[in-house]
């Protein structure tokens, strides 16, 4: 993003939240930047792409054939197409743990990642090398459009509001200064950073009807009668919309949680981007931490603004409707450095 060719031009905003969410879902689940230090992707990296979008491509069919049962036919569930990508995706994931586990061997120790803290259990919770597989993707397709899309969203609402993104930009300047990079650690100084991610997800909760879930027995909701088996979606973007519930509930106001702290993980049912009982998102928390981190990041080393010729007012904010709800337009908008040069250089980590 910081370059002298993208200096004052348009850029594709979520081109480089989605790098950023893979990388950070990858190095959390396995340890790995598939992306070298010049954004190059490696061949593994590749293939680990092509698997999401496969696998995200198959989930879509998938769900037509569910929940437009008369529509199934015009989606003939592809058992070969399934059975080839569940095949492809083991053969990656298993070199991956073989890696690890030389690695452990090695080293003699366990190195802080999901696969290793998964593959160290194995033994102790009788774990088979399917269901690490299917743990470790699940955290990667939950974890990497959800944070992606959250950000992107937030971020088309400070280019709309300029008030709020400069005065989460003064907090981060109060709080971090201008000789280095924010890290998590300040995130406990940096309230209001935390109320504009909580506000983003209230207004745009990236899976806006949470998971369906089905009903196992009959029950009345609310007044309604759902049936045994029923599939139920919970719209929770209509919720958080819903002026009963909230003060001018379409404005994007992150005071709003300074003036009220509502629980979002489930307990306080105005506001569930994470959904809520038994199959709350057990990512939640590192949820908000990866959209604050992003948040934090992009605000303290850029401003904001939008593509030249066009208004704030005139970002395009419709959905693009689906099981996770991306902006239709995706957005577009020119980042001005706001710190020093040398904080912009790529940190190597050891991961
Ligand atoms: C902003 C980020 C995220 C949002 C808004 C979000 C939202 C949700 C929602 C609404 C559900 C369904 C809850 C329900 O139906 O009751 C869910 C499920 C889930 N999420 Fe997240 N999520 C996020 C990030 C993550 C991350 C980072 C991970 C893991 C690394 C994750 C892992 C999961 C898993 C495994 C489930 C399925 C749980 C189950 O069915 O028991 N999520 N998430």
Known sequence: MFSPENNGKTLLVKKYL?????????????????????????????????????????????AMAEHIPWL?????????????H????DRLTRAIMDEHTLARQTSGGAKQHFVDALLTLQEKYDLSEDTIIGLLWDMITAGMDTTAISVEWAMAELIKNPRVQQKAQEELDSVVGFERVMTEADFSGLPYLQCVAKEALRLHPPTPLMLPHRANANVRVGGYDIPKGSNVHVNVWAIARDPAA???????RPERFLEEDVDMKGHDFRLL?????????????????????MLGHLLHHFCWTPPEGVKPEEIDMSENPGLVTYMRIPLQAVAAPRLPSHLYKRVAVDI
């Open 273 to 293: 981007p994470f959904g809520a009982g038994r199959r709350v998102c057990p990512g939640a928390q590192l949820g908000i931490n990866l959209v604050t981190s």
């Open 246 to 252: 909230w003060k001018n509930p379409l404005e994007f």
């Open 72 to 84: 199934r036919w015009m989606f003939p569930l592809e058992e070969d197409a399934f059975a080839k």
């Open 86 to 89: 569940g095949a492809r995706r």
């Open 18 to 62: 989605g790098a950023v969410a893979f990388n950070n879902i990858t190095r959390l689940a396995f340890g790995k930047r598939f992306v070298n230090a010049e954004g190059i992707i490696d061949e593994q990296g590749l293939e680990f792409k092509a698997i999401v979008s496969n696998g995200l491509k198959l989930g879509a069919s998938l």
